[in-house]
């Protein structure tokens, strides 16, 4: 069901977000997106705010290669080892890319990084982990809103490589 509330659909994505949705034909995913009172910047917050499990929330982080971005898609409980990335891309050098590339590569802050909808192309890479639900949750451009989706869908929209690129256990 759609409300015009300011905490559900259009008015809680990122209008970017919210075009890039509806340009990829998937403008029925605003009216679920949802936005919480309170900011939802970490994937514990936003896990806890949602009522799902942490490692439901998809984590869109980006990392430079050798100096050229990447979108790496994480699960919210692991973390992303930076050198299966660099091994993954052929890298040199793989590092988090600073909050002023983040924003001029994506369109958006840290913390509300949509998996797609970005302003710069960039090569896409989704850990296998997103893959043992049957939804994820992604931040739809802004610290506090997030909007569902089905990861085999997620990672095809987002253009992604399926890789293991996962912090092991010790």
């Known amino acids: 069901m759609t409300t015009n509330d300011d905490t559900s659909g259009a008015f809680a994505a990122h209008p970017r977000f919210a075009a890039a949705l ?5 403008g029925d995913l605003i009216a679920e997106v949802r936005r919480f009172p309170e900011a939802t910047r970490t ?3 936003a896990a806890a705010a949602i009522g799902c499990e942490l490692s439901q929330i998809c984590k ?3 990392f430079a290669a050798d100096g050229v971005p ?7 409980a692991s973390r992303v080892d930076v050198e299966r990335v660099r091994e993954e891309l ?3 050098k793989v590092t988090r890319a600073k909050a002023d590339v983040v924003r001029e590569t994506t369109g958006y802050a840290i913390g509300g990084v949509p998996p797609f909808g970005h302003r710069e192309r960039t090569r896409v890479l989704a850990d296998r982990s997103l893959l043992a639900h049957e939804v994820v949750w992604a931040a739809a451009g802004t610290p506090n809103a997030v909007f569902p989706m089905e990861p085999k869908d ?3 929209t987002a253009g992604a490589t399926l890789v293991d690129v996962r ?4």
């Open 60 to 62: 869109s982080l980006i």
């Open 22 to 26: 509806r340009a990829l034909g998937l």
């Open 167 to 170: 912090e092991r256990s010790a």
């Open 70 to 76: 990447v979108l790496v898609l994480m699960d919210g």
């Open 43 to 45: 994937a514990a917050e």
């Open 90 to 92: 052929g890298a040199q």
């Open 154 to 156: 997620l990672v095809a």
